[in-house]
């Protein structure tokens, strides 16, 4: 079954619906069955459909092995709803979908989602082409003004001698210099923070996935200066922060079973805890990567492949620095204890059947990330993100100091840099420069095969011009030649073997032995 990748870009929610529609569509066995005394052709058991769409999601890498039965059980059930499958009776539009023997089948009419088009967006104009944000087109950091110089000033300065106003001229370029403003330095932080984050997802425009309005740069300013010796952020405004009581219950819990001596201990202490924590997440009014960010996580889901696992932390770094201090501080203490939680061996199990790990994610996926309108793969993508969240949560969780020198240069660049004199003149009549982003590339990640691969071409490629260089260097004596051509050819003997072939190694003199091969014998004594 041929599956592919779907990269970040615009509405990749309903792609990947559109993509798993039509795998399982494409996919699943169709039998004929009996049921009531009547035989039906093409269709398929509840049962099996369970089993086969559960391996398809386990296996299918924009969603990840941390799918559960129960999580496909819920996605036929919307598949009931939305008419990619019916009852062989043609019923559907409920989620009466249970895990038994009924009997199902496809319809016969397409069940894919329409993607909507530009001209389909609400609030363009039909044939209109969105423009994406030009960071050189805003007014601000990026242009600095100077009067235009009336032409009697011209002339007078044309007549006058150069060498007795030089130092006045400086003078004067000085205070035509801009100085940075609190709302410059904020730009800067936003400006490069976002052009980091759109080469790292590789697309044309942030436009289609982020609002450019709704970005706050004091949200990164301060969630990149602000932190403590743990890394984790600090709050001005306490009465933003965890409550003390949750603070305890998710310290206790990741600490077990080194908790405060003054809490009560009772057998499934730990379980009451851990529910009064999750009820806590899930009472807020929105999770915790905000409804505002959730297409541009949704985004990154698609770099969440093995090959991409250093580009698709980077992202969320970058992601998570524009949540609202608040939001972030509480997502990284509920990470902590989450990944405290999995590895903790001497933790008592918090749930009969399901293990600890798989507990976590499934807990809290939805209070971490979810839509304003109800998306039909909202668990399923959750799933997927919080369990790579809970992996890599100490480096996508961290202030980028690569993002933070970056920045910080830049900044100091315009304050300190004397900007000349440009020759062009904007609309109102004053004279612009523009000071443009400093450009960082980014080195493309390969896998572990393709490393080995290129490890093992270059060793050849060297041990290929070492053999030339034997064969060919006049500074070498014959003696030595030999010797080391031998020592090569025991050594690498396939490189040997294909620049020296096998008919001239024959037609090479051979050392002839001994003709005679004489051996001291004993003496011969009368007296023996």
């Not at 199902?104 to 894919?112: A, G, N």
């Not at 924590?277 to 409804?291: E, G, R």
């Not at 010797?483 to 690498?492: A, G």
Request: charged content about 25%.
């Amino acid at each position: 079954m041929s599956t592919h990748v779907i990269t970040p870009g615009p509405y990749r929610a309903t792609k990947l619906w559109n993509e798993v529609t039509r795998l399982f569509r494409a996919g699943m066995p169709l039998k004929k069955h009996r049921q009531n005394f009547r035989h039906h052709t093409s269709c398929f058991t509840a049962n099996a459909a369970v089993d086969w769409l559960h391996q398809l999601l386990r296996n299918n890498s924009n969603f990840g092995p941390d799918v559960t039965r129960q999580q496909t059980v819920q996605l036929l059930k919307k598949f009931l709803k939305n008419h990619v499958i019916e009852d062989v009776k043609g019923r559907w539009g409920t989620e009466d979908f249970e895990d038994n023997n009924g009997l199902y089948r496809f319809p016969s009419t397409s069940t894919l989602k329409p993607i909507p088009c530009p001209s389909q967006v609400p609030g363009s104009a039909p044939g209109s082409v969105k423009k994406k944000h030009s960071f050189r087109e805003k007014d601000g950091f990026f242009k600095f003004r100077t009067i235009r110089k009336h032409e009697k000033d011209i002339q007078t300065q044309e007549n006058a001698d150069p060498t007795l106003h030089t130092e006045e001229d400086g003078a004067e370029h000085m205070s035509q210099r801009r100085e940075l403003t609190v709302e410059d330095e904020h730009t800067i932080w936003k400006d490069i923070t976002l052009t980091h984050l759109q080469r790292i997802l590789g697309v044309a425009s942030l436009d289609e996935v982020l609002d450019y309005r709704s970005v706050n740069p004091q949200n990164i300013i301060h969630n990149m200066t602000k932190v403590n010796k743990h890394g984790v952020v600090t709050l001005d405004d306490k009465t933003n922060d965890l409550p003390h009581w949750v603070l305890s219950a998710m310290k206790s819990l990741a600490n077990w079973p080194k908790y405060d001596s003054a809490q009560p201990s009772y057998p499934g202490f730990e379980r009451d805890v851990f529910k009064t924590v999750s009820d806590y997440f899930y009472s807020l009014p929105q999770p915790l990567l905000t409804y505002e960010l959730y297409e541009l996580f949704i985004n990154v889901l698609g770099l969440l492949q093995p090959q991409c696992e250093r580009m698709a932390i980077e992202a969320l770094q970058l992601c998570t620095l524009l949540l609202p201090p608040a939001s972030r501080r509480k997502l990284q203490l509920l990470m902590r204890m989450m990944s405290r939680i999995s590895q903790n061996v001497d933790m008592p199990r918090l749930h009969p059947a399901i293990g600890t790990r798989t507990l976590m994610v499934h807990t809290f996926s939805g209070c971490v990330l979810g839509s304003a309108e109800e998306c039909d793969l909202d668990e399923l993508l959750a799933t997927r993100l919080v369990s790579f969240f809970m992996d890599h949560q100490q480096s996508i969780l961290s202030v980028p100091e690569y993002l933070l020198t970056a920045i910080g240069d830049h900044i100091r660049y315009l304050r300190t840099v004397q900007v000349p004199i440009g020759p062009t003149a904007d609309a109102g009549g004053e004279e612009e420069i523009s000071v443009p982003l400093p450009i960082y590339a980014f080195c493309r990640q390969i896998s572990g095969a393709e490393f080995e691969q290129q490890k093992t071409e270059s060793l050849q490629q060297a041990m290929e011009e070492l053999l030339e260089t034997l064969l060919t260097d006049q500074n070498i004596s014959e003696k030595d030649r030999r010797k080391k051509l031998k020592q090569f050819q025991k050594q690498y003997p396939d490189i040997y073997n294909r620049r020296v072939p096998a008919t001239d190694q024959k037609n090479k003199p051979k050392i002839k032995p001994p003709l005679l091969n004489i051996k001291k014998t004993k003496v011969f004594s009368i007296r023996n």
